[in-house]
Protein backbone atom coordinates (compact mmCIF):
# COMPACT_ATOMS: atom_id res chain seq x y z
CA UNK A 1 0.00 0.00 0.00
CA UNK A 2 1.05 3.46 -0.81
CA UNK A 3 1.77 5.78 2.00
CA UNK A 4 -0.43 8.23 0.05
CA UNK A 5 -3.22 5.50 0.76
CA UNK A 6 -2.41 5.16 4.21
CA UNK A 7 -3.19 8.61 5.39
CA UNK A 8 -6.28 9.45 3.45
CA UNK A 9 -9.02 10.27 5.89
CA UNK A 10 -12.47 8.42 5.75
CA UNK A 11 -15.86 10.36 5.06
CA UNK A 12 -16.42 10.02 8.81
CA UNK A 13 -13.03 11.32 9.47
CA UNK A 14 -13.03 14.02 7.27
CA UNK A 15 -16.24 15.30 8.69
CA UNK A 16 -14.99 15.13 12.04
CA UNK A 17 -12.06 17.17 10.67
CA UNK A 18 -14.17 19.98 9.79
CA UNK A 19 -16.53 20.27 13.03
CA UNK A 20 -13.25 20.56 14.89
CA UNK A 21 -11.69 23.00 12.94
CA UNK A 22 -12.42 26.94 12.47
CA UNK A 23 -11.16 28.56 9.39
CA UNK A 24 -11.10 27.81 6.10
CA UNK A 25 -9.13 29.19 3.55
CA UNK A 26 -10.63 29.89 0.31
CA UNK A 27 -8.62 30.16 -2.70
CA UNK A 28 -10.65 32.19 -5.62
CA UNK A 29 -9.58 33.72 -8.71
CA UNK A 30 -9.08 36.92 -9.08
CA UNK A 31 -9.27 39.76 -12.31
CA UNK A 32 -5.85 38.57 -13.38
CA UNK A 33 -6.30 34.80 -12.41
CA UNK A 34 -4.37 34.62 -10.22
CA UNK A 35 -5.49 33.02 -6.87
CA UNK A 36 -6.84 35.17 -3.91
CA UNK A 37 -6.75 33.70 -0.71
CA UNK A 38 -9.12 34.54 2.38
CA UNK A 39 -9.34 32.82 5.42
CA UNK A 40 -13.27 32.44 6.23
CA UNK A 41 -15.57 31.16 9.16
CA UNK A 42 -17.45 28.34 8.23
CA UNK A 43 -20.28 25.78 9.62
CA UNK A 44 -19.79 22.61 8.13
CA UNK A 45 -22.94 20.82 6.88
CA UNK A 46 -22.46 17.24 5.43
CA UNK A 47 -20.06 17.48 3.06
CA UNK A 48 -21.39 21.32 2.20
CA UNK A 49 -19.27 24.46 4.39
CA UNK A 50 -21.39 27.47 4.64
CA UNK A 51 -20.54 31.20 5.50
CA UNK A 52 -20.79 34.50 5.31
CA UNK A 53 -18.91 37.30 4.17
CA UNK A 54 -19.34 41.39 3.03
CA UNK A 55 -21.03 41.50 -0.20
CA UNK A 56 -18.05 44.09 -1.56
CA UNK A 57 -15.20 41.28 -0.94
CA UNK A 58 -12.86 40.73 -3.75
CA UNK A 59 -13.64 36.85 -3.23
CA UNK A 60 -17.55 37.65 -3.11
CA UNK A 61 -16.50 39.85 -6.86
CA UNK A 62 -14.58 36.70 -7.93
CA UNK A 63 -17.10 34.27 -6.83
CA UNK A 64 -19.34 35.85 -9.07
CA UNK A 65 -17.45 35.77 -11.94
CA UNK A 66 -16.74 32.02 -11.51
CA UNK A 67 -18.34 30.36 -8.84
CA UNK A 68 -15.68 27.94 -8.00
CA UNK A 69 -13.17 27.18 -5.15
CA UNK A 70 -10.82 25.62 -3.82
CA UNK A 71 -11.18 25.30 0.17
CA UNK A 72 -8.14 24.25 2.51
CA UNK A 73 -8.17 23.53 6.51
CA UNK A 74 -5.10 21.69 7.68
CA UNK A 75 -3.75 21.80 11.07
CA UNK A 76 -0.43 20.21 12.68
CA UNK A 77 2.68 21.75 13.77
CA UNK A 78 5.04 19.38 12.55
CA UNK A 79 5.48 16.92 9.56
CA UNK A 80 4.29 14.10 11.29
CA UNK A 81 1.04 15.62 12.83
CA UNK A 82 -0.36 17.29 9.43
CA UNK A 83 -3.69 16.85 8.56
CA UNK A 84 -5.97 18.97 6.14
CA UNK A 85 -8.60 18.60 3.91
CA UNK A 86 -8.79 20.20 0.27
CA UNK A 87 -11.89 20.84 -1.35
CA UNK A 88 -12.59 21.88 -4.74
CA UNK A 89 -16.03 23.31 -4.70
CA UNK A 90 -18.79 24.75 -6.18
CA UNK A 91 -20.36 27.88 -5.04
CA UNK A 92 -23.71 29.34 -4.53
CA UNK A 93 -23.65 33.24 -3.31
CA UNK A 94 -26.87 33.88 -1.68
CA UNK A 95 -28.25 37.17 -2.02
CA UNK A 96 -31.65 36.57 -0.15
CA UNK A 97 -31.66 38.37 3.49
CA UNK A 98 -33.50 35.76 5.53
CA UNK A 99 -31.11 32.94 3.77
CA UNK A 100 -27.98 35.58 4.41
CA UNK A 101 -29.03 36.07 8.29
CA UNK A 102 -29.70 31.94 8.48
CA UNK A 103 -26.42 31.05 7.64
CA UNK A 104 -24.99 34.10 10.23
CA UNK A 105 -26.71 32.93 13.01
CA UNK A 106 -25.35 29.69 12.05
CA UNK A 107 -22.01 30.55 12.04
CA UNK A 108 -22.12 33.03 15.37
CA UNK A 109 -23.77 29.98 17.28
CA UNK A 110 -20.96 28.15 15.99
CA UNK A 111 -17.86 30.83 17.05
CA UNK A 112 -19.78 32.48 19.99
CA UNK A 113 -18.96 29.77 22.33
CA UNK A 114 -22.95 29.75 23.60
CA UNK A 115 -26.41 29.73 22.16
CA UNK A 116 -27.14 32.66 24.63
CA UNK A 117 -24.44 34.80 23.44
CA UNK A 118 -25.77 34.01 19.70
CA UNK A 119 -29.30 34.49 20.68
CA UNK A 120 -28.58 37.71 22.54
CA UNK A 121 -26.58 38.83 18.89
CA UNK A 122 -29.70 38.21 16.60
CA UNK A 123 -30.24 41.72 16.15
CA UNK A 124 -26.75 42.33 15.33
CA UNK A 125 -26.70 39.85 12.49
CA UNK A 126 -30.02 41.06 11.09
CA UNK A 127 -28.13 44.24 10.96
CA UNK A 128 -24.98 42.55 9.25
CA UNK A 129 -27.13 40.40 7.17
CA UNK A 130 -28.14 43.81 4.48
CA UNK A 131 -24.30 44.07 3.66
CA UNK A 132 -23.40 40.26 3.50
CA UNK A 133 -24.13 37.19 1.10
CA UNK A 134 -24.23 34.03 2.19
CA UNK A 135 -21.55 31.34 0.51
CA UNK A 136 -22.65 27.83 0.43
CA UNK A 137 -19.39 25.38 -1.02
CA UNK A 138 -20.50 21.66 -2.51
CA UNK A 139 -17.88 19.93 -2.69
CA UNK A 140 -16.89 17.99 -6.37
CA UNK A 141 -13.69 16.61 -5.45
CA UNK A 142 -12.08 16.10 -1.81
CA UNK A 143 -8.45 15.25 -0.99
CA UNK A 144 -7.74 14.39 2.67
CA UNK A 145 -4.22 13.62 4.66
CA UNK A 146 -3.32 12.17 8.28
CA UNK A 147 -0.04 12.00 8.65
CA UNK A 148 -0.93 10.59 12.46
CA UNK A 149 -1.56 7.47 10.54
CA UNK A 150 1.73 6.68 9.64
CA UNK A 151 2.93 6.60 13.65
CA UNK A 152 6.04 8.53 12.76
CA UNK A 153 7.12 6.23 10.02
CA UNK A 154 8.07 7.30 6.41
Given amino acids: MSRRAQIVMTDEEVAAFLAEERV ?6 GPGGRPHLAPLWYVPE ?6 WTYGSSQKVA ?7 ATLLVEAGDSYELLRGVSLECDVEVVDAPERVAAIGVDVLTRYAGSPEVAASATQ ?5 AAKRVGLVFTPTKVVSWDHRKLDGGY
Fill in 62 to 68: NLRRLAQ
Fill in 124 to 128: FVRVQ
Fill in 24 to 29: VTVATL
Fill in 46 to 51: GAVLRG
